[in-house]
């Protein structure tokens, strides 16, 4: 492996899986060809002219409830069922949701909730979560008529947990998922074309995340300030001021309103040999937790430094579930086949930027009376890859609030940042990881 500035790795855990987004072709405008079951026809769609959905309602109780999508003109879809939750996942093409504020946070019969959002380029998504096993009873659009607009129509019926594992799509079955792994693995093990590697860039890469995206929005502020907005907004100004240096590399996990699963964010990270990780966020309190302000800098912990730390993580660390991701198939990024010293090591590397960065930061930002926290985030769990993540305020604070909307104070807290990587790499020496 070429020189990267990574800390050095003994032994490099393999695990890895394809995220899992499960229908990347399917909801793609130009799919070829679509199932029978629950399809429509393909509807051509104009880049410049994506759907439009204008209103969204639920009708029904605990044993038949159904899902209304009014549309400005008919879609081809898919929809499928999940376990452990039990979800019901609506792909579409990508839509122009125009939807009230709080459609979806009220449930009706068998839905408790359901989120919406763009989930890739050219694909959007619904998520439902349900109170109870259900199954996909129809699933039809109806067109455009008198005076009615385009309307897609989702039928749920209540099933019991055994009929419902056995209309799951094998790679959703609970009892399935060892046998599809094993097979997985033994068909990445493989052996694969070799292609002329590229000239090798040897500046350390920098792995920026934006935090949620597509139809996790994170936290909201009063009005329609969404967190995954004012993180991506920041991500890619560092990721400009960073660039600017051409000292480093940059990787974004994201560019864009997408949805990209936890586990997948790690790999991204490791498939580039990061030298670094900086997940970005914003958190917000409930009414009755009172009025917490200032940027707090995470690192990776198996036990949390406060109950604080332990409630933003098990937050976040739901962020798969709330994109109809199953948890269950993540593998744990942290394997116990990695030698001791490694993990050891990339903690150490994480601590010190971390205190690094809140040496620049508190020289120009507002700080977190505690600003040094740690817990166990899954974004964090790069086993070779040195992470933080760092929360830049409370939009639960009006003072807080008003900062992370300034571009004023994007750019002076964009700059402490650059400082603080620059002065990282400029005190850890070179080193070359083993080859394999």
């Not at 410049?48 to 209304?68: H, N």
């Not at 949620?212 to 936290?219: K, L, P």
């Not at 930002?365 to 086993?383: C, D, E, G, I, T």
Request: hydrophobic share 45%.
């Amino acid at each position: 492996m070429v020189n990267r500035a990574n800390p050095p790795v003994w032994l490099k855990c393999g695990v890895f899986c394809a995220a899992a987004l499960l229908c990347a072709q399917a909801i793609h405008p130009a799919a070829a060809q679509w199932p029978a079951s629950g399809m429509v026809a393909p509807t051509p769609v104009a880049a410049s002219s994506f759907p439009i959905a204008s209103d969204a309602r639920l009708a029904g109780d605990a044993k038949q409830t159904r899902f209304v999508l009014d549309l400005d003109k008919p879609v081809q879809f898919r929809a499928f069922a999940l376990a452990d939750p039990y979800r019901v996942i609506l792909d579409l093409p990508q839509v122009s949701f125009r939807l009230a504020a709080d459609i979806g946070s009220a449930g009706r019969g068998l839905v408790k909730s359901f989120r919406y959002g763009l989930v890739m380029p050219g694909g959007s998504r619904i998520v439902f979560d349900l109170t109870g096993p259900a199954k996909v009873a129809k699933s039809y659009v109806l067109e455009a008529a008198n005076g009615q607009p385009a309307r897609l129509v989702l039928e749920l019926e209540e099933v019991d947990r055994t009929s419902f594992v056995q209309s799951l799509a094998p790679a959703n079955r609970p009892e399935l998922r060892p046998a599809i792994a094993d097979a997985n693995a033994n068909a990445a093990a493989a052996p694969a074309t070799v292609r002329p590697a590229p000239p090798p860039d040897t500046r350390p890469v920098i792995v920026i995340d934006p935090g949620h995206g597509g139809v996790d929005n994170g936290t909201q502020a009063a009005g329609e300030i969404m967190e995954k907005n004012l993180v991506l907004g920041f991500g890619l100004a560092l990721r400009d001021r960073i660039e600017k240096s051409g000292r480093y590399r940059v990787v974004m996990t994201r560019t864009d309103d997408t949805f990209i699963p936890l586990g997948e964010r790690v790999r991204i990270a490791r498939s580039h040999s990061a030298a670094l990780f900086v997940s970005i966020h914003a958190d917000a309190l409930p009414s009755n937790e009172g009025n917490a302000r200032g940027a707090t800098i995470y690192t990776l912990s198996e036990k949390a430094s406060d109950a604080e730390a332990e409630r933003l993580a098990d937050a976040e660390n739901k962020s798969d579930a709330i994109g109809g991701v199953s948890l269950a198939d993540e593998p744990t990024e942290v394997a116990d086949i990695l030698i001791d010293l490694a993990q050891r090591e990339t903690r150490t590397f994480s601590n010190r930027f971390a205190r690094v960065l809140m040496g620049e930061m508190k020289n120009t930002v507002r700080m977190h009376k505690h600003p040094l926290k740690s817990a166990r985030f899954r974004v964090l769990k790069a086993p070779d890859v040195p992470s933080v993540l760092v929360e830049l305020g409370y939009v639960s604070n009006k003072g807080d609030l008003e900062h992370l909307v300034s571009e004023n104070w994007r750019n002076r807290t964009v700059g402490s940042m650059a400082l603080a990587i620059d002065a990282f790499f400029a005190k850890r020496p070179a080193t070359t990881a083993p080859t394999k």
